[in-house]
Nanobody
Framework: QVQLVESGGGLVQAGGSLRLSCAAS????????MAWFRQAPGKEREFVAS????????YYPDSVKGRFTISRDNAKNTVYLQMNSLKPEDTAVYYC????????????????WGQGTQVTVSS
């Protein structure tokens, strides 16, 4: 059974940092692009970051560019999201996703998802 398991969420003050992890198990993710999305209450799922295989290309929307960094450790089948200078508007459930092929910003292009981890940023 293929699984993506996120961890690292929590409560942090505005301006603080968190690092999310997504551990993949059940198969090798060689050739897979990985991504992070987030969803706040009452809002649509939003693209946060993506990374190609084996990790040479990364992509971010303007809302997080310069503050968030996605990376991957292929030996550990793990992808990370380093989040700095957090803002209250970053509050959401963060999801890890995987797809075979090039990175995409549309959630519909990903077929493997984790269960999500809550990130809450207080003002």
């Amino acid at each position: 059974q293929v699984q993506l398991v996120e961890s690292g969420g929590g409560l942090v003050q505005a301006g603080g940092s968190l690092r999310l992890s997504c551990a993949a198990s059940g198969r090798t993710f060689s050739g897979y692009s990985m991504a992070w999305f987030r969803q706040a209450p009452g809002k649509e799922r939003e693209f946060v970051a993506s990374i190609s295989w084996p990790g040479s290309n990364t992509y971010y929307p303007d809302s997080v560019k310069g503050r968030f960094t996605i990376s991957r450790d292929n030996a550990k089948n793990t992808v990370y999201l380093q989040m700095n200078s957090l803002k209250p508007e970053d509050t959401a459930v963060y999801y890890c996703a995987a797809r075979s092929g090039i990175p995409e910003s549309r959630s519909s292009k990903y077929d493997l998802w984790g269960q999500g981890t809550q990130v809450t940023v207080s003002s």
